[in-house]
């Protein structure tokens, strides 16, 4: 499915160096609808609610997640249970450039369809500007490393790109539109080039909230709901 980044709404700020730890729990509600690239079915519907904690110390970040997932494909019935697990290390360049390294290990049940069966990982770069005192604008770079090519010949590497611009639309709500573009890593499978629109409230110190839908060329739609507390 396309990838959407429930994290979006955190673009009103400019990322700055934390003097202390900080501690980020996240959760939220995904639904899509269309082409799976994760999961190399042409069409499938999926419900996840993903979980994650965020450890963010000065310039680095370790962040581990998984999701509960249920998955139907198209002609059979709907499985359901975890998914794999995934860990990031993030590097803060400066206020504008950040890298990270993602890898997903595969720990949900292949024989449901809930899982390739191969790690996957991910490289990174991540770049923030802000434009003036409402607008900000925001792009992605990164390479996947597809697992189990050696044993999937339809399996290959692809590059991955996305773009979009943020406004403060109040004191506490973010808004914006990301366009993204990510090639297959099925060969049998088409690229993808779609958008997304994102709204987001900070609540307080601690709580914020965000909401984005996502429509792209396979006909795939995609929306979805984020939760995040803080950490005192």
């Given at each position: 499915m396309k990838r959407i980044v429930l994290g979006l709404c955190a673009l009103g700020v400019a990322a700055s160096v934390q003097a202390a730890p900080t501690v980020k729990l996240s959760t939220g509600y995904f639904y899509a609808d269309g082409q799976s690239n994760d999961l190399n079915t042409p069409d499938s519907t999926i419900q996840s609610v993903p979980f994650s904690v965020k450890i963010k110390e000065g310039p680095w970040g370790l962040r581990l997640g998984s999701s509960w997932l249920e998955i139907k494909n198209k002609g059979s019935k709907a499985e359901s249970g975890m998914g794999d697990v995934t860990a990031t290390v993030s590097y803060d360049l400066n206020d504008a450039w950040s890298v990270s390294l993602k890898e997903k290990f595969t720990t949900a049940d292949k024989d449901k369809g809930l899982t390739t069966g191969f790690n996957d990982t991910k490289v990174q770069v991540d770049y923030f500007a802000t434009l003036d005192n409402r607008h900000s604008f925001f792009a992605t770079a990164g390479y996947t490393f597809k697992g189990g090519q050696d044993d999937k010949p339809d399996y290959q590497n692809g590059v991955y790109l996305s773009a979009?611009?943020?406004?403060?639309?109040?004191?506490?709500?973010?808004?914006?539109?990301?366009?993204?573009?990510?090639?297959?890593?099925?060969?049998?499978?088409?690229?993808?080039?779609?958008?997304?629109?994102?709204?987001?409230?900070?609540?307080?110190?601690?709580?914020?909230?965000?909401?984005?839908?996502?429509?792209?060329?396979?006909?795939?739609?995609?929306?979805?709901?984020?939760?995040?507390?803080?950490?005192?």
């Open positions: 979009g611009i943020g406004r403060v639309l109040a004191t506490g709500w973010t808004g914006g539109v990301s366009l993204d573009w990510t090639q297959a890593t099925n060969r049998k499978l088409d690229d993808t080039f779609g958008g997304s629109l994102f709204i987001g409230h900070k609540v307080n110190a601690q709580w914020s909230v965000s909401l984005f839908g996502g429509y792209d060329n396979n006909s795939t739609t995609s929306a979805g709901l984020g939760i995040s507390y803080k950490l005192q």
